[in-house]
């Protein structure tokens, strides 16, 4: 073993508790994460090899120089702590959960007479979020269902009883139309208006029946005291209510509260679906798909999905209904495995759902046609380019500036001819000043490389460089430096007449205009050119922002980038009043904010 020494010194100070293990390399990264029952054994497992270890687990063990640990109370402790050093590093060896959608949720605000809508940003300012829905034609229907049910104010004032005891406001069309009873105006008491907002929680928990029970309640209180009229609008409350719970049941109502997983185990991936029951009804269903990493087994993927669905979806549900019982626990959970009856249903239903996203994966990520298409295309590059070997990994480089002013540089992947956007880099120009394009890629073709050789990385069999001859020559010098010249292939494309240029060769290399190399020289260049445009963007937005902030007394880095995470449009800031800023921000910030756009 290369690091045999160095480890086994570490791994007899190892305790046998549970916790958390970091391994790190020889530049300090943290390239996995993981929990254990007991962590002398488990970290001494990753160090006995044997045939069956893969290439991967190999690449994983020598890299490690140093092994850091956490002692914590139990398994589940151990459970967080992981899955939150996951999220804050983003270790290239642990699992990687490819769902990176915004999801939509129901808000009910937290201000006098609360407001309900759907949002995408999940703001930590004690409003209540109910979700993330992973559809969107839910959030519709139940805001709908909200909407029929409940008179409910749409406008953003400030309702508290001194604004509305000094008749601040004046009713709006919403009020003309039905759709609301004026508590600006003091026609509708806060505690009535919580009484709606209470029920409304109750359905986004899904806990129906206790709605509908008050709402009988209160239909025969009203039918006793002969207030018909009024009896008679609840009365179809609770007819819209029993509709929308008749076609969400599908098994025995009983079953309240539960958290269903189920899983497809593949070598290098895992499909997992998640359903959430209240009452007998599916309240909630998301898929995610798990690459693999390091050939971790099911129950380690398992574990890992629940425990970060449960916490995306902020589901406090007691019991979960699994396929297999994970080595590793959950404090206040119980697993569940059916062996019959209605939550074996559920199970089965959601293998089902497992087995048809993974089929719907399948068909998206790699058809035979496509496959054929794109060997065709890479053995033409081949012979264009007089390549000595198919070009199956492809890098492209392209430098954007403005005058020198925020000067970046993209990095652009494909892979069998396919964009590999995960491999994506962009680079801030730190040795250069001012608009010198040659020293720029200069610059970052060498950190480029340096870092892939430190990391044992792989060359690319092509590498492409946004610009003619001068830009070719610079990226060449530093390729020579490290050593790589010679080992891979390197082009140009001039911009102005889309001429291939090769190192040593003063004269491009032909290739016909119509051909589908050419094609797919430009397709990637104008990618890598995107990249680093879009990053120029946000760089200069940044900086403009930046600059602005630099002059308002009394807000610093923290208070600046608490401001934009709240409101990131400087224009709408400057037509603020007082009243409103101190509303979004806070009473100091808004004064701040104020006197400045006031006088600017």
């Keep these: 073993m290369k690091n045999s020494s160095i480890v086994s ?5 190892l305790p046998q508790k549970p916790g958390v293990y970091q391994f790190i390399n020889n530049t300090g990264e943290i390239i996995y994460v993981g929990k254990a029952k007991n962590l002398r054994k488990r970290v001494v497992s990753y160090f006995n090899a044997t045939e069956q270890q893969s290439y991967k687990h190999s690449a994983l063990v020598n890299k490690i120089v140093d092994i850091r640990y956490v002692i914590v109370e139990s398994e589940s402790d151990a459970l967080l702590l992981e899955n939150n050093l996951i999220k804050e590093n983003q270790p290239r060896y642990n699992i990687l959960l490819k769902d990176d959608k915004t999801y939509p949720w129901i808000c009910i605000k937290n201000e006098h007479f609360p407001r309900v809508f759907s949002t995408r940003n999940y703001i930590a300012d004690g409003s209540e979020y109910f979700g993330p829905y992973t559809s969107g034609l839910m959030v519709k229907t139940l805001l709908e269902l909200i909407r029929q049910l409940y008179k409910l104010r749409t406008c953003n004032l400030l309702l508290c009883e001194e604004h509305i005891t000094k008749n ?3 009713r709006c069309l919403e009020f003309q139309l039905g759709n609301c009873k004026a508590p600006c105006e003091g026609l509708q008491d806060e505690a009535d208006y919580n009484q709606s907002i209470q029920q409304i929680r109750e359905i986004l928990k899904g806990n129906l029946h206790s709605v509908i029970k008050h709402l009988n309640d209160l239909m025969d209180n009203y039918s006793r005291t002969m207030r018909f009229e009024e009896a008679e609008i609840v009365k179809n409350k609770i007819v819209v209510l029993e509709k929308f719970r008749g076609k969400s049941t599908i098994v025995n109502p009983k079953i309240n509260d539960v958290d ?6 593949e070598k290098d991936r895992s499909y997992v679906n998640f359903l959430k029951v209240v009452q007998g009804a599916i309240v909630q269903a998301h898929n995610v798909e798990v690459i693999k990493r390091i050939d971790e087994k099911k129950d380690e993927v398992l574990i890992s999905v629940i425990y970060d669905l449960r916490r995306r979806f902020k589901s406090r549900a007691g019991e979960v209904v699994v396929p297999f019982k994970p080595a590793i626990g959950m404090d206040e959970v119980k697993f569940t495995v059916p062996m019959r009856g209605d939550k074996l249903k559920l199970l089965d239903l959601s293998m089902r759902n497992a087995a ?6 399948l068909t998206s990520r790699a058809e035979e046609p496509r496959v054929e298409r794109e060997d065709r295309l ?3 590059l081949k012979a264009d380019l007089r390549l000595q070997k198919l070009p199956d990994l492809i890098e492209c480089f392209d430098n954007s500036n403005i005058q020198g002013a925020n000067p970046v540089a993209s990095c652009v992947v494909f892979k069998a001819g396919k964009p590999l956007k995960s491999a994506y880099r962009h680079f801030n120009i730190k040795s250069v000043s001012g608009p010198n394009d040659f020293a720029s890629m200069e610059e970052i073709i060498f950190r480029r490389y340096k870092r892939v050789q430190e990391e044992n ?3 690319p069999d092509l590498i492409i460089i946004d610009g003619g001859k001068g830009q070719l020559s610079a990226a060449v010098k530093s390729l020579k430096i490290l050593g790589i010249y010679g080992k891979t292939s390197v082009i140009g494309i001039a911009k102005r007449l889309e001429e291939i240029y090769t190192p040593e060769d003063p004269i491009p290399l032909y290739i016909n205009k119509n051909s589908i190399s050419l094609r797919f020289i430009q397709r990637v260049r104008d990618e890598a050119h995107r990249f680093g445009v879009t990053f120029h963007r ?6 403009q922002l930046d600059s602005i902030f630099d002059h308002i007394p009394g807000i610093g880095d923290k208070t600046r980038d608490k401001i934009l995470r709240i409101e990131s449009d400087i224009s709408k800031l400057k037509t603020m009043n007082l009243e409103e800023l101190t509303r979004k921000f806070g009473k100091r910030e808004a004064t701040s904010l104020y006197r400045y756009f006031s006088k600017n």
């Design 9 to 13: 010194e570490i791994v007899n100070t």
């Design 168 to 170: 601040k406001y004046k």
């Design 260 to 265: 269903i997983f189920s899983m497809i185990d």
């Design 356 to 361: 048809s996203y993974r089929a719907d994966r």
């Design 378 to 380: 890479l053995t033409q």
């Design 457 to 459: 990385g792989l060359i």
């Design 538 to 543: 946000l760089k200069r937005s940044h900086s």
